[in-house]
């Protein structure tokens, strides 16, 4: 089975950097995405960024400029590089992994990981 694990969350100054990543355990074929997402206490859970499968990439616009995500297909692993870090940045940060097998979509989901900025 796969299961995608996350790693790189951590306690930052704010201004600060931090690199996310999210490891497949197994393979993955026909990927469509992968997306962080990340939720905060007594908020919505929301999409901060996304790569499809032709490499395009799109930002949620509270981190347009500060955040990047990246894929390493052979590595079976994304990543979500965070730069200038605000206090409003901390949340669980999960990945996100949507293929397409078969006739239907499967979605794997990273264990979240916790991203802590101080003021």
């Known amino acids: 089975q796969v299961q995608l694990v996350e790693s790189g969350g951590g306690l930052v100054q704010a201004g600060g950097s931090l690199r996310l990543s999210c490891a497949a355990s197994?393979?993955?074929?026909?990927?469509?995405?992968m997306t962080w997402h990340r939720q905060a206490p007594g908020k919505q859970r929301e999409l901060v960024a996304s790569i499809t499968s032709d490499g395009s990439t799109n930002y949620a616009d509270s981190v347009k400029g500060r955040f990047t995500i990246s894929r390493d297909n052979a590595k079976n692993t994304v990543y979500l590089q965070m730069n200038s870090l605000k206090p409003e940045d901390t949340a669980v940060y999960y990945c996100n992994v949507r293929a397409q097998r078969h006739l239907w979509l499967d979605d794997y989901w990273g264990q979240g990981t916790q991203v802590t900025v101080s003021s």
């Open positions: 197994g393979s993955i074929f026909n990927i469509n995405s």
